[in-house]
């Protein structure tokens, strides 16, 4: 469980989701809207012992006894009944039950009121939490300070500096001293005196301070490292420190602003800021790509053929639609939750995009 601006969010545990749903019988999924403001959310509550009734209801028609039904529904009511639970929400709330397994998530998502008794959970609505289930480091950058950060989607961990330097002076003592002094009172710089212009010298300790603090991130992160990293720094560091760090993920966006006022929440919050961004840019060109693999024959447009490919691990990047009353129209939100869960366990990437390119409930590209 992590608190932060977007309000309690549990940690998605999505392995646990896909274990749970080998469990025979029926499966039931409920999400409801949540506010992430202080005090008891009651209009939540309520709406969800609504949608737990109806859940058994559901399951009964389906076929199962009274006391089988309750079974897998009085378990989550009992763990819901708390009343201090719903003190600590975030936008939107997930609840997983089959019999013999429960799940309650609380997610930062904004996700409609739903419930769904089939033969698989509908994990259809968690896809861009899924999408957003990687890594972003964040370098905040600046004269006074350095720090590194680790960040998910939901939480962020300040890691150890080791070989970067913890600020503009630790480098500028590398400098011979007949060549430059440097002042310093109060940790502040007061001024430069040395062999050249004014202007050449303090290029010159901007570019060492840089580079250092480059070289320093590659050592302790790595060169090889495909995981963003995100400079939270003024927006002229970007272009040198981009051409002095080895480490081969910066990305071309700042987050603007003073980095050593910055909270590390509001670093994480605006480094997936930039990253969803991007995400968002790019996505024209990534359909257009996924369309010339499937007419190459690796891919499919055909939900189906996608389900079938995702159970045998075939599918490398499963595409679903950001608007996911797409699939509630087609009726497809157990088939598309088949091909998510088929795809997470194997390995594969889930994307969710805004236009398809052919009418179809899901696209998906194939390892072979």
């Known amino acids: ?146 720090r590194l950060f680790d960040a998910s989607r939901n939480h962020i961990e300040q890691l150890p500096l080791g070989a970067i330097p913890e600020n503009f002076d630790a480098t500028v003592t590398e400098l011979p001293e007949h060549n430059l002094q440097y002042r310093s009172a109060g940790g502040e710089r007061t001024g430069f005196y040395g062999t050249g212009g004014g202007g050449d010298t303090e290029d010159h300790l901007r570019e060492n301070f840089l580079r250092r603090v480059g070289e320093g991130v590659a050592a302790e992160l790595g060169t090889a490292r495909s995981q963003p990293l995100v400079l939270a720094s003024v927006q002229e560091y970007l272009s040198p420190f981009k051409s002095l760090c080895p480490y081969p993920n910066i990305q071309d966006v700042v987050i603007p602003g003073n980095p050593e006022q910055t909270k590390p929440e509001q670093l994480r919050s605006k480094a997936w800021e930039v990253l969803n961004d991007k995400m968002q840019a790019d996505e024209a060109s990534v359909v257009e790509h996924a369309r010339s693999l499937i007419a190459s024959g690796k891919g499919s447009y055909d939900l189906g053929e996608i389900v079938q490919a995702a159970a045998e691990g075939r599918v490398d990047t499963l595409f679903t639609p950001r608007d996911i009353q797409r699939l509630a129209a087609t009726n497809a939100y157990g088939p598309a939750s088949r091909a998510i869960l088929a795809t997470v366990a194997n390995k594969g990437t889930v994307r969710t995009v805004g236009e398809f390119p052919e009418s179809s409930e899901a696209v998906a590209t194939f390892r072979y």
Do not use: C
């Not at 989701?17 to 939540?44: C, E, F, M, R, W």
């Not at 109806?54 to 199962?64: H, I, P, Q, R, T």
């Not at 009085?74 to 709330?93: C, I, T």
């Not at 769904?116 to 939490?129: E, G, I, K, Q």
């Open 1 to 146: 469980m992590t608190d932060n601006p977007q309000g309690t969010i549990d940690q998605l545990d999505f392995n646990a989701l896909i274990n749970g749903d080998q469990a025979a019988g029926g499966k039931v999924s409920i999400y409801i809207p949540t506010k992430v403001s202080g005090g008891q959310d009651k209009v939540a509550a309520g709406l969800m012992r609504d949608q737990l009734s109806g859940a058994k209801a559901d399951l009964e028609s389906a076929g199962l006894s009274a006391s089988e039904a309750a079974a897998i529904v009085e378990p989550v009511q009992k763990a819901l009944d708390d009343p201090d639970f719903w003190l600590h929400m975030s936008r939107g709330l997930a609840v997983f039950a089959a019999d013999g397994f429960y799940r309650v998530f609380r997610i930062p998502l904004e996700v409609p009121a739903l419930r769904t008794v089939d033969d698989h959970f509908n994990v259809v609505p968690l896809a861009p939490m899924l999408e957003q289930a990687g890594r972003v480091y964040v370098l905040a950058l600046a004269k006074n300070s350095v």
